[in-house]
């Protein structure tokens, strides 16, 4: 089943691309919840990261290296930045194609809820 970001990746809808390999696509959130806020997706269909394969771990490590240097060379590398992937329901995933958050520009404090 297609996802918006699949058509964002066959750009049968526009968005604000910053990042384009082989692997991965990134580009600006359309509600952004931090001052740089970049989803990092890869090309190829994984509705969720439970979907990802024991023997590709590659597939979030080429998001995490490209989100990671993406933030560096925007100047977030020494006050920091925060990765975040959502699984399903109580992870909040809303669209189901495997994507990583980047967010940063600003402290971002703590998240989560209270355990217990
Ligand atoms: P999730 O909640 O699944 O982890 O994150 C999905 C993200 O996709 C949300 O932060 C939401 O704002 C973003 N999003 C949803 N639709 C679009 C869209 O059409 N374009 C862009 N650029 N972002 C989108």
New binding site residues.
């Given amino acids: 089943m297609p996802t918006?970001f699949h058509k964002?990746i066959r750009r049968e809808?526009p968005?604000d691309i910053v990042f384009e390999d082989e692997h991965v696509i990134a580009?600006?959130?359309?509600?952004p919840?931090a001052p740089v806020h970049v989803?990092f997706v890869p090309k190829d269909t994984y509705a969720t990261l439970n979907d990802v394969p024991a023997d590709r771990p590659e597939v979030v490590g080429r998001l995490a290296v490209a989100a990671a240097r993406y933030a560096r060379e925007q100047g977030f590398g020494e006050d920091g930045y925060r990765i975040v992937v959502?699984c399903n329901g109580d992870g909040?995933?809303?669209?189901f194609q495997l994507?990583l958050?980047l967010l940063a520009g600003a402290p971002l404090g703590r998240f989560g809820v209270a355990a217990g």
Avoid: E, P, S, Y
């Fill in positions: 918006i964002i809808i968005a580009f600006r959130d359309i509600a919840q989803l959502n909040g995933q809303t669209v994507h958050h």
